[in-house]
């Protein structure tokens, strides 16, 4: 049983937008085809809804003689309706007012040539009374001069000012919603011009902090020789972050996460599912990583619970960095369940040069290690993950 959820839904756990990403990786089934069939499943299921985006599109019509004021029981709404070979996206038929509504949907893409026109002409010999809909991420995508131009996130707004009392209704507009605000179509903000005079200085952070990783990653480092821990010889720059491993080894410079330690930067969250971890931008990161075999480990091992507590706990620790237990969140990367960052701006604020900042980032990484095993969790935890060397997958 799926179960209501008090205001707006956390992106992934929305039902619609989960099941489009595999929408999305279909050629043949793009994601402007998924929003198109979600649409008109919630039309079809809420007359509220229905009767929101008719008064939307009245507001907006340039024919004042179609009567959508309400819409009837006796409607049709199909999508990929053939028109002479030509497939509009939505057609919705009111047959008791006897007009006809033909959507076409956008989301990134562009209209084809004379897409509307083609539309128009079998409309033109098949529906009396009509009206051509496109709706679009943004306005400057409106073109071929529709009878209704909107955008999604005018369908969102609409749709959000429904108060009725429906538990389902509120739900499958809330999923709805979600799914388009999961794949960028609501608040779409405008180049802030303030922001173009530091775009060449902004692009150099990644090249900067690459250079930090650099200057620091031959030091000698405390967990380096500790519970049988050694740092690897090449720098990592990949899943959107850089920096080094220490960890055992296999040969060939090959790890074995039981656990494996990353210290450095982190500059995407995609692979870790931790964007909410990087809104002032990216981070300074300790980051742990267990080996496939050990996955469960952060929900079933009380040895875990006891590092993490005893982590979180430590005034040391929280003087500049947060440790974010990742496998408490209904959505999170099980290679990775324990994250440690610090905000750049705090961990560089009395720095004056780039000396400075390796000097500062280098002490705070050392330090950080040295709590990390001053732990008693953290030797036991090592200790009980000590299985034969096999490669990890």
């Known amino acids: 049983m799926i179960k209501q959820q008090k205001g707006t839904l956390n992106m992934y756990e929305s039902l619609l937008l989960n099941v489009s990403k595999y929408a999305a990786s279909d050629k043949t089934s793009p994601i402007e085809n998924f929003v198109t069939e979600a649409f008109a499943w919630l039309l ?7 009767n929101a ?34 497939y509009p996206d ?60 909107l955008c999604w996130y005018d369908i969102a707004e609409s749709l959000r ?22 794949n960028g179509l609501l608040n779409i903000t405008p180049i802030d011009p303030l922001s173009l005079h530091y775009y060449k200085a902004a692009k150099k952070i990644d090249e ?19 519970l049988g821990f050694k740092k690897q010889t090449s720098l990592r720059k990949k899943e959107g972050r850089v920096g080094f491993y220490i960890s ?34 990216p981070v300074a990161c300790l980051i742990f990583s267990f080996d496939k075999a050990l996955h469960s480990i952060s929900k079933t091992s009380s040895i875990y619970k006891d590092l993490v507590n005893e982590l979180e706990s430590n005034d040391e620790i929280a003087q500049l960095w947060t440790v974010h237990d990742r496998s408490l969140r209904a959505k999170f990367n099980p290679w990775h369940p324990l994250i440690i960052t610090a905000n750049l701006s705090d961990l560089f604020e009395t720095c004056n040069s780039i000396d400075q900042q390796i ?5 705070e990484i050392e330090r950080l290690q040295r709590v990390l095993i001053s732990c008693p969790a953290f030797a036991r935890l090592c200790e009980s993950l000590k299985l034969p060397i096999h490669e990890t997958d």
């Open 359 to 363: 000097q500062r980032y280098s002490d």
């Open 90 to 149: 939505m057609v919705w038929q009111d047959n008791a007012n006897a007009w006809t509504l033909i959507f076409e949907h956008k989301v990134w893409s562009e209209l084809h040539h004379n897409q509307l026109n083609n539309y128009r002409e079998y409309a033109e010999t098949h529906f009396p009374r009509y009206e051509l809909v496109l709706i679009t991420a943004r306005s400057t995508q409106h073109r071929q001069d529709p009878d209704v131009a």
């Open 161 to 182: 000012q429904l108060k009725g009392e429906s538990e389902k209704a509120a739900w499958l507009r809330d999923e709805f919603i979600a799914l388009l605000e999961g």
């Open 248 to 281: 055992q080894h296999l040969g060939n410079d090959k790890l074995a996460w039981r656990p494996g330690i990353f210290s450095g930067f982190l500059l995407e969250g995609w692979d870790l599912i931790a964007d909410d971890l990087l809104e002032k931008g």
């Open 208 to 226: 900067q902090l690459l250079n930090i990783c650099q200057e620091v990653t031959n030091e000698k480092w405390p967990l380096e020789d500790s």
């Open 53 to 86: 985006i008719l008064k939307l599109v009245r507001s907006k019509g340039s024919k004042q003689d179609i009567d959508r004021s309400n819409s009837s029981d006796d409607f049709d709404i199909s999508t990929q309706m053939n028109f002479n070979g030509k």
């Open 44 to 50: 079809k299921n809420d007359e509220e809804a229905r």
